[in-house]
């Protein structure tokens, strides 16, 4: 079992189910499920994890086993793994799977003298295994916008997003390659539907890598 999915516990699970059943009502009209113990209801039936889930989840505080390294969303108040993650990629919402966001462990940022650096490790449960990203370029005249490129593609970055965020960038990550069957491998002992959710993100983002990344 992998460290990524030792980690998420059963508030994972209640929250895909959620989210699932948001994603069939009216964009969580008056028909739509209340809050419950997995998080906060959001829009679109996307998919989050909430630190303060029911007592007895592998989720945990920053640190602990359970805290990092699980899919979540802005569809939900998300706390615990998510607020405390020193990154976050976001795959966007498709035709047939909802948002998801997972916490990145080692983002690395530097701005020096016009120049601008972003690295990180892509989520394992994304991507099927370890690949880093390694991305460079220039500021613009006020030094806000960063336009970068590098092996695995290119992307824009905003140094000040604000949302208690000191970097976001909108990528293309072309030479991403994205194993399906490992992401398979990786969520086998999960519920059935959130192993399903997992490999149906993982496989539309090997045909559409776009993706953003957000460093606090």
């Known amino acids: 079992m992998s460290e990524e999915i030792r980690m998420i516990g059963r508030a994972a699970f209640f929250a895909w189910l959620m989210g699932a059943f948001a994603a069939c009502s009216s964009s969580a009209g008056p028909g739509a499920p209340p809050p419950g113990a997995g998080g906060s209801l959001g829009t679109g039936g996307a998919i989050a994890l909430d630190g303060a889930a029911a007592p007895g989840d592998a989720l945990g505080a920053a640190g602990q086993t359970g805290a990092a390294d699980a899919p979540g ?10 607020d405390s993650a020193p990154g ?9 799977t909802p948002e998801v966001r997972y916490p990145i462990s080692n983002p690395s940022i530097k701005n020096d003298g016009g120049s601008f650096r972003i690295d990180y490790n892509m989520p394992t449960l994304l991507v099927g295994g370890d690949q880093m990203v390694s991305l460079r370029g220039t500021l613009d005249a006020q030094g806000r916008i960063a336009t970068v490129t590098g092996d695995v593609g290119t992307a ?9 965020f000191s970097v976001r960038c909108s990528e293309t990550l ?9 992401v398979q491998r990786m969520t086998q002992s999960l519920p059935a539907p959130m192993a399903a959710l997992f490999v149906g993100v993982a496989s539309r983002f090997s045909g559409e890598p776009i993706g953003i990344v957000e460093i606090r």
């Open 73 to 82: 969303d802005s569809g939900f108040v998300a706390g615990g793994a998510l």
């Open 88 to 96: 976050i990629y976001i795959v966007p919402a498709g035709p047939d």
């Open 156 to 164: 824009t970055c905003d140094l000040v997003p604000g949302d208690g």
């Open 174 to 182: 072309t030479g991403i390659e994205v194993d399906v069957a490992g």
